[in-house]
């Protein structure tokens, strides 16, 4: 018993020295920095209270480390304020982030708005143009401070003071991540290792000063160091100064930097004897036109706190305008100051200015007339001439003619200005024909293979969609291409010519600009345009007398200069002469001269294009194309003239705008009357008001979108069957010529009760067709008119009584039959509808058609 007691005793006891040395280990853990113990012994065998080896926690050195220290140091107040505040530093919720915010706003750039001095006034009024005082753009978008900066490289000499925060970083047996912040004392103290003087240690050398003071108390640890937000420093800007007061700037700033805190000088401040001063001396001057002009940076010194920047008054200014580099207002430097060495800071002359010619204006006050002009060259002596406060030197340029060239212009290859020779004649200036070939006929041949390729599909829809008579398939529900596809458009641009104007009828949601496009791109549409036609007969050279400044003209005829060039339309030139090629188009010839291509299409034995002499007509024409085929429909034949297009198409704007004139007179008469209705009655005018100006600003809109086709009726009886009596008509270039198929169907829309195309029949009527088709309640059956297959229109006002007015008309293959909706007379507007009716007469005589009209309509 006694023996097994005493064993227990020592077991008992070595369990708690154990237990007491685990526990002074844990208490002296910042004493051991966390290095774990040697040995392999096994900690389990020392009971609970001893942790193994692989738990214990590596030293780390870090802000927020300190920071729980210094909260901890509080509670127990066993720690110094400073590295409390420290604690709470790293504590801190805004961070970093919240002063890079403040800085990126402190750094926003501000627009320095200067006002104009009383010498800049002064030359405005005098040459018209505010001159800005050289240099002013240098400072024209400076930030609002230079606060102290943490993403700019520190240089390496940069010495180290306080205010400076460095970011330390270490690994190996410690890690550490520790931003610290040298005191006003001149270190900075670091957990565990203490403090480390900085104070006067270049920004190169202090990575090794604390690499150093690690290297003490630890073995194998590897230190970098890297700088963050520098100090501030305060510096004051006085003088002439756009901003002058106390500016806090970053110790790495110079005096340009300072300069720009401050806006720089104002209008009356120097720019050239800017001065720092400290300790009561001065200790430099900057010439700020060196470093604008040239960059030199001799006299910008790196500022230090408590440094002075004063910006005296300006000496005097001169005006440098005209050709020159940089116009401005500069400033002089000293009373010896030339006209070279102002030339020297503003960037030398172009190479436009004229060195013959210079203008010094001077100011004298003390004579009578203060204000005198001299001229003199920019050599020699001009150059070193001495400048004074108060000169405005404008330098001239140089005059633009040549005294050795001659210009070829007009319908030419390429317009050029070449060089004038001794005996040289207009042949050597042409000396072939193609050089008279322009660039538009070159991209025009350039571009026919490509243009055919992109055409051929277009084509080949165009040509398989035409119907030869001009009306395409319109009889009801049978070809796509019908009334269907006509009746279901709201867009006049969708609607196709159905009266028989050669026009392509296709689908309702083709357009016609589609239909214009194709039929101007087409092959046959470019043929015997390649080449712009020359004027061979006139061409003119203009020769300027330079002793009375007259002009005179020079006409010889072009084609003799080839096929003649001894004769005397080969005018020797002048130095100085322009000479001018013309096209046909550019100044009209007689037709007899021109070359004419015109097409035939349809019911001819052979359609094509065929180059046409002068005087040939109509009848030429059929009888190059071989004559009319059996099929062919004399009075359905169209003619197109573009030159009757554009008439027709400045006709229709004109027609345009009356009709909206006519509108908006009616909309002031109907605002007019509101005024003395009731609120009720006005109320409801007024909506019903909005609604019918919508709808005819939607008639207006869609009635400027019509497109006229240049087609010119001929006239001729329905009846007749010889193409002999078709009008004795010259042709000219570009014309076309459609005979159609006799068609075998008639056309009716509008008001009826089937909008169809039934059979032509031989002596029918209107009234015969209206009984097929039916017409409606609405229908305004006296005011019917017919769309004739030659472009003509038929209404009961030009038909009279005879045969009981438009329904006794006699039908011919392809006419179309239009019945009107009748008009309710109770607005307004009511004129404006009627009026629809009476522009069918000129839709008509412009071409565009019974499409148009019914979509005017609708």
Known sequence: MFKFTKNFAAVALAATSVAAFAQDMNANRSDLFNQEPSGNTSMSMMGEGMASPAQQRRLSITNSQVGELGAAAMRNGTMSGTMGAQGRQGMSPDGENGDIDRREWNNRPVRIEKKPSEFQKFVADNTGKMLPIFGSEFFANTPSTFAPVSNTPVPSEYALGPGDELMIRGWGTIDIDFRATIDRNGTISIPTIGSVPLAGVKAGDAQNVIRAAVGRLYKGVTVTVTFGQLRAMTVYVVGQANRPGTYTVSSLSTLVTGLFASGGPNANGSMRHVQVKRGGKVAAELDLYAFIAKGDKSGDIKLQDGDTIFIPPAGGFVALTGKVNSPSVFELKTGTDTVESLLDVAGGLPVVADPRRAFLERIDPATNRPRTVEEFALEGKGLKRTLKNGDVLNITSITPAFSNAVVLRGNVDQPVRAPFTSGMRVSDLIPSREYLISRKSTRRQNNVIAASGNNERSTTERNGSRNVNGMGDVQSGMGPYGMDGLKNSNNINNINNINGLGATNRRGNDTEDRRSNVEAESIAASIGGLIDQINWDYAVIERVNRSDLSVKLIPFNLGRVFSNPNGPDNVQLQPGDTVTIFSQDDV?????????????????????????????????????????????????????????????????????????????????????????????????????????????????????????????????????????????VTLQNGDRLVVPFKPAFVHVFGSVNVEASPLWRPNSRVKDYLKLAGTTSDADVDNTFVLRVDGTVVSAESQGWFFGKIGGLEIMPGDTIVVPEKIDKTTAWSRFTQGAREWTQILANFGLGAAAVKTLKD
């Open 588 to 728: 009209a010839v007689p037709m007899d001269k021109r070359q004419v291509f015109v097409r035939i299409e349809g019911e001819v034995n052979v359609p094509g294009v065929y180059q046409m002499t002068a005087g040939d007509t109509l009848q030429t024409l059929i009888a190059k194309a071989g004559g009319p085929t059996g099929n062919a429909y004399l009075f359905g034949t169209a003619f197109y003239r573009e030159e009757v297009r554009k008439e027709q198409q400045a006709n229709l704007q004109r027609a345009a705008d009356r009709l909206e004139t006519q509108v908006r007179s009616e909309q002031s008469a109907q605002m007019a009357n509101l005024r003395a209705m009731s609120p009720t009655e006005a109320a409801a005018s007024t909506a019903q008001f909005e609604t019918e100006r919508r709808i005819a600003e939607e008639r207006i809109a869609r009635f400027r979108n019509l497109q006229s086709t240049g087609r010119i009726a001929f006239g001729l009886e329905p009846t007749e069957r010889s193409f002999a009596r078709l009008p004795q």
